[in-house]
């Protein structure tokens, strides 16, 4: 996945094609991993499913392997260096290389900034920042031995603006994430290594699910700043992650990338027109 002149562009009919590509996808149990890495191999891409969950990176590859394609689960904790080290291990073996990096895996602890302890500010720095990192550096220093590929980081719209409700720890590791992503993709661009985050607003897993449970008026709270009318939905993410992933892509790097609905660029007192 080397940098290309115009004059070798891909012919458009390959533009979105992965058949030889070797992807690592974390999170790939459920939600927005398992989607991408769906959308990934239904391209033509062989995974590898990294995921803390076991039972649920499993099932997701045998989803994918009656597609035709290769898909290994592995169990592994993000917050952990050393089982991202023996992740990509694995992924020397079984593939030899990587051509994407799917960075999705990672959870949070909510709590209002004058209580949370420090300990879940560390915890959700490891999972979200820690671990990105980790997985990105060793994809990276791949990704220089074979001269490319593209790496996408999941972030959140609380990587540039704030949401409040106890998000705090949150939402400062999301901003690690975004400007993680716009300095490896300067340090890396030189060899064709492209790194993006994509930036989602509410779509729906069951922590999600479970919050709108405790709290009723949420998702309405949510749906005034949408101008679509609806919460995300982890399909939403394949559509951008096969361009990203793909040649298509080849001259998008750096990018912070919403994916919200419209929520980003509607002012707190915008008024939505619907269609009648």
């Given at each position: 996945?080397s940098?290309?002149s115009?004059?070798?562009s891909?012919?458009?009919s390959?533009?979105?094609?992965?058949?030889?590509?070797?992807?690592?996808?974390?999170?790939a149990a459920?939600?927005?991993?398992?989607?991408?890495?769906?959308?990934?191999?239904?391209?033509?891409?062989?995974?590898?499913?990294?995921?803390?969950n076991?039972?649920?990176?499993?099932a997701?590859?045998?989803?994918?392997?009656?597609?035709?394609?290769?898909?290994i689960?592995?169990?592994?904790?993000?917050?952990?260096?050393?089982?991202?080290?023996?992740?990509?291990q694995?992924?020397?073996?079984?593939?030899?290389?990587?051509?994407?990096?799917?960075?999705?895996?990672?959870d949070?602890?909510?709590?209002?900034?004058?209580?949370?302890s420090?300990?879940?500010?560390?915890?959700?720095?490891?999972?979200l920042?820690?671990g990105?990192?980790?997985?990105?550096?060793?994809?990276?220093?791949?990704?220089?031995?074979?001269?490319g590929?593209?790496?996408?980081?999941?972030?959140?719209?609380?990587?540039?603006?704030?949401?409040?409700?106890?998000?705090?720890?949150?939402?400062?590791?999301?901003g690690?994430?975004?400007q993680?992503?716009?300095?490896?993709?300067?340090?890396?661009?030189?060899?064709?290594?492209r790194?993006n985050?994509?930036?989602?607003?509410?779509?729906f897993?069951?922590?999600?699910?479970?919050r709108?449970?405790?709290?009723?008026?949420?998702?309405?709270?949510?749906l005034r700043?949408?101008?679509s009318?609806?919460?995300?939905?982890p399909?939403d993410i394949?559509?951008?992650?096969?361009?990203?992933?793909?040649?298509?892509?080849?001259?998008?790097?750096?990018?912070?990338i919403?994916?919200?609905?419209?929520?980003?660029?509607?002012?707190?007192?915008?008024?939505?027109?619907?269609?009648t």
């Amino acid at each position: 996945m080397s940098s290309t002149s115009p004059s070798t562009s891909p012919h458009p009919s390959d533009l979105f094609n992965l058949s030889g590509k070797a992807c690592l996808v974390s999170g790939a149990a459920q939600g927005m991993g398992k989607a991408m890495a769906l959308a990934l191999a239904k391209h033509g891409a062989d995974l590898l499913l990294a995921d803390r969950n076991a039972a649920g990176a499993e099932a997701t590859a045998r989803e994918i392997q009656a597609l035709g394609r290769s898909a290994i689960p592995f169990c592994c904790d993000v917050s952990d260096p050393a089982q991202i080290r023996a992740l990509f291990q694995k992924m020397d073996a079984s593939f030899g290389r990587i051509d994407f990096l799917g960075n999705v895996a990672g959870d949070a602890v909510l709590a209002p900034p004058e209580t949370i302890s420090l300990e879940d500010v560390e915890r959700t720095w490891r999972n979200l920042v820690l671990g990105r990192f980790t997985l990105c550096q060793e994809a990276g220093r791949r990704m220089l031995r074979t001269g490319g590929g593209s790496i996408v980081n999941i972030g959140s719209l609380a990587s540039i603006t704030a949401l409040g409700r106890g998000h705090i720890a949150y939402s400062m590791a999301m901003g690690a994430v975004a400007q993680m992503t716009r300095e490896l993709s300067t340090e890396w661009s030189g060899f064709g290594i492209r790194v993006n985050a994509i930036l989602p607003a509410q779509v729906f897993n069951p922590s999600l699910e479970q919050r709108m449970k405790d709290n009723p008026g949420l998702k309405a709270t949510w749906l005034r700043g949408i101008p679509s009318g609806r919460l995300g939905c982890p399909e939403d993410i394949q559509g951008i992650a096969v361009l990203l992933a793909s040649d298509a892509s080849r001259w998008i790097t750096g990018a912070l990338i919403p994916m919200d609905g419209g929520n980003l660029a509607m002012n707190a007192g915008g008024t939505v027109r619907h269609a009648t």
